[in-house]
Every structure is written in C-alpha cells, then in structure tokens.
C-alpha cells in the first residue's frame, strides 16, 4: 500500500494572514505593506504575530507595481571590501532599518560604463532611491550616466549623489577640498616642506578635490608639493605607487599624502618592505580615519570623516519627500594627527 502525502501547501497569502488574526484584509496590509495610515497596536501585534505563523513575506515585485516604487533602496558604491565604503552602507543600512527599508548594494568597480548597466538594471527593481557612493568620474568615459538617472527620476525614484551632483539632484556633501585644506597647512605647521600625493587617475572628483585642496594648504603653510603621481584609490595602488617612489629616490623628511586611508595604508607597507620607518624616514597621511588607520602602529595622521551619518543623511535625502538639503548643518570633517607625521625640527 502506497504512502499518502498532503498536498504541498503553497506560499501564505495576505488573505491568510488576514484570516489567521480577524481582520480585514485592507488592516493586514496596512501593517504588512508599510502603509502610513495608523493601526491600533492590538491589530498591529495580532497581524505581525500571524505572518510569523505563517511564514508569511511580502511580494516586493507585486508592491512594486502597484505602487510604482518598492521597499527597496538601491546603494552603488565602488569596492565594497574598501572600509569606507563598508561604514558609508552601515548609515544607510540603519537609516533603511527605521524606515522599514531594504538596501540592495550594487558594486561598480571604479568603472563608469558598469555604473550605467547596474543604474539601467536597478530600474527594473524600481527602487524608492538610489545612492551613489561610487567615486564620481568625469568625462567621456561615463556617457550614458546622466540619461540613466534622469529615467530613474521619471519612473518615480529620487536619485541621491555624494559629493556635487548636477542640477536638480539631491546631493549629501562632503566638504573634500577643505578637510585636505586643513591637512596640508596642519602638516606645514608641524615642520614638514616636501611632500609627494598619491592619488587616483584625473577626472575622479574626490581625488582630484583632495589633491588640490592639500596642495592649497600645504602651499600657504610654506609647504611644496613636489609631485603628484596617479595610482588608484586600492591598497595595493598605494604599495605599487609608493615602490616607484622610493625607487625613484624619495627624500627623507617628505611627507607622502596618499587620497584616502587606504591607500595610505599601502604606501606604509611598501615603506617598511624597504626598510623605511614610517615617520621618522617618510612622513605619511591619509584621509577619512578609518578603523584600521586608528589602529596600526605608528597610527596613521587622517582628516577624521563621519562616515556613517554621511550614509544616513543619503538614506534619508532618497527617501524623504521634502527633504531640505538647506536644513542640514555640515558634517565636520577634522585633522587628526598620529605617530605616521612626528613633528619636524
């Protein structure tokens, strides 16, 4: 005699959930679909505690074209094994969570044409925002872009950029050129005259407003900037750059301003492998202090970066109907000087 088996049950519908707690189903939704109309907390809890039952989840393709937006949130960023790039999505992350968000994290690899396919893809989801983290390219190489994104915003969505963005976008600003500013007079004021940048390929905007910010302040601090060579914004772009420094014949006492921590932190290792002391030798800093930065030896001298409240801000800037860039005080941005920049006699 054969075995019986119950039918396979599929997937729990609203209606389910609806019916499991004694409600309407327009009161199931409202809790379940993140309506803003108010649900009396005994409802609230009796729904909730239904769709756990149930295992029921929400079908954000089918929210998605009722609505003509979803519970998504799309976050671009260029590398996300680069730590800041990982404290940015932390503040998105925690924004998303209070707003009952979903982030979904989109890698562009630094280059500008996978940027335009992952935007064009990322339509088909129609996310309620989309952040770019990824360090902006100017250009030829990034045609396409701007079309992308203005078919985005005619779809619904609020495209947020980090840094400048073009006419019309809502952007979170980070006041690159004036925290590289501070460095380089900072550096000036402890004794240092020579310095060398390391920085990623021109028409990067963060990179090149930190290069011109530091060589302003270093310059006005009675500093000179010998000499800006183009790597990258990778670890390993700092080591390689730095190798050809030294080979090169990199004088003691110059300071070596890599464009972010990162990149400073490779530059650091590349010293050492050459039997350098980072410091006494050659004088590094970096910018945006992240952990790592804080906690090699000597520590790293950084422009300090609130990392993850810029995340937060740009959650809330895709999100917020009448958000006023203007109603937002600036992020402080500071110098923080460690062991890798001792002062200079």
Do not use: C
Not at 41 to 57: D, F, I, P, Q
Request: aromatic residues 4%; hydrophobic residues 45%.
């Amino acid at each position: 005699m054969s075995e019986m088996h119950a039918p396979a049950r599929g997937a729990a519908t609203l209606h389910d959930v609806a019916r499991e707690a004694g409600v309407s189903l327009a009161t199931a939704s409202r809790v379940l679909n993140g309506s803003t109309r108010k649900v009396a907390e005994s409802y609230r809890e009796r729904v909730e505690a239904a769709a756990e039952k149930l295992g029921y989840t929400a079908n954000l393709s089918a929210q998605a074209t009722a609505r003509g937006t979803s519970a998504i949130v799309a976050l671009l960023v260029a590398d996300i094994a680069d730590p800041y790039f990982g404290q940015l999505a932390s503040g998105v992350a925690r924004g998303a969570d209070e707003a009952g968000l979903v982030v979904t994290i989109a890698i562009t690899e630094r280059d500008p044409q996978r940027e335009v396919k992952l935007v064009r893809a990322l339509r088909g989801q129609r996310p309620r925002g989309l952040i770019l983290a990824a360090s902006r390219t100017e250009g030829p190489d990034a045609a396409g872009l701007e079309s992308e994104l203005e078919a985005f915003s005619g779809m619904g969505g609020r495209v947020v950029v980090l840094g400048q963005g073009a006419a019309g976008q809502r952007s979170v600003g980070l006041d690159n050129h004036g925290g590289a500013v501070a460095l380089g007079a900072r550096l000036a004021g402890l004794g240092y005259r020579d310095a060398v940048v390391i920085a990623a390929a021109e028409g990067i905007r963060t990179s090149d407003d930190r290069v011109a910010g530091f060589t302003s302040g270093f310059s006005d601090g009675g500093g000179t900037v010998r000499e800006v060579r183009r790597g990258g914004f990778t670890r390993d772009a700092g080591y390689a750059t730095a190798q050809e420094l030294i080979a090169d014949g990199l004088a003691p006492g110059t300071v070596v301003f890599g464009i972010s921590d990162v990149v400073a932190i490779g530059i650091m290792s590349a010293l050492r492998d050459a039997g350098l002391r980072v410091g006494d030798d050659i004088a590094v800093a970096g910018f945006d202090d992240i952990a790592t930065g804080r906690d090699i030896r000597p520590g790293l001298t950084t422009v300090r970066v609130p990392l993850e409240d810029l995340g937060y801000r740009a959650l809330h800037a895709a999100i917020e109907a009448d958000w006023d860039p203007a109603a937002e005080p600036p992020l402080p941005l500071e110098v923080v000087v460690r062991g890798s920049t001792p002062p200079r006699a």
